[in-house]
């Protein structure tokens, strides 16, 4: 029995450390559109990811007592959020995590524009501490041609992507267990969950 779990273990490893190529078309203004394609076992297995758009493109009519509710709730989660990103060791975490995850991902035509913005320019001051650092670094590198710009006087998220990426799932894994284990994310979590009683 345990003999069948390490082989089970093993090969699920070597599953893992296969690269795994992502051709992507991401766009997000008026509504989200989407084609994605991954490509697996060095070509042997080919596919097209199933779009998010039937996820996203049903709206449901709210009256003004649901539109009321659903703000409140909004601003409540964006307080405990910011609260989080006021620790500097948390930001700094976050800042390395998507510095090594950009270092483990091997980039081919990869350009990315985000428009990003809360409505309210304290709160969004409050977000471009930790996503401008990110925005800084990633606007310096070559691999890629990346725009992230702040809007702080209206609500709006405007994406518009594409590229080609390959990673390994094991470091992406490795990569990510490694920051929720961290004791910067935990305190952040600490302070959201203080901030929302």
Known sequence: MLTAAFVFLLLLIALLAIPVTLTFQLSWQQGFRDDIRLQWAFGLVHMRVASFRSKT???KSEGPEQRTGRSDRSAR??????????LKTFRRRIIKFIRDLWRAVHKRNVSLRVRIG????ADTGQLW???GPAAAILANIQEASITI???FFDPIFELDSSGSIRLIPLQVICLTVAL???PPIWRG???MRAAGQ
Request: charged share 25%; hydrophobic share 45%; aromatic share 6%.
């Open 57 to 59: 493109s049903f709206e």
């Open 77 to 86: 989660k964006n307080q405990n959020v910011f609260a989080a990103v006021r």
């Open 118 to 121: 809360v409505g309210d320019p």
């Open 129 to 131: 501490a930790i996503v």
């Open 149 to 151: 710009e702040p809007e």
């Open 180 to 182: 929720m284990l961290s």
């Open 189 to 191: 979590i600490r302070q």
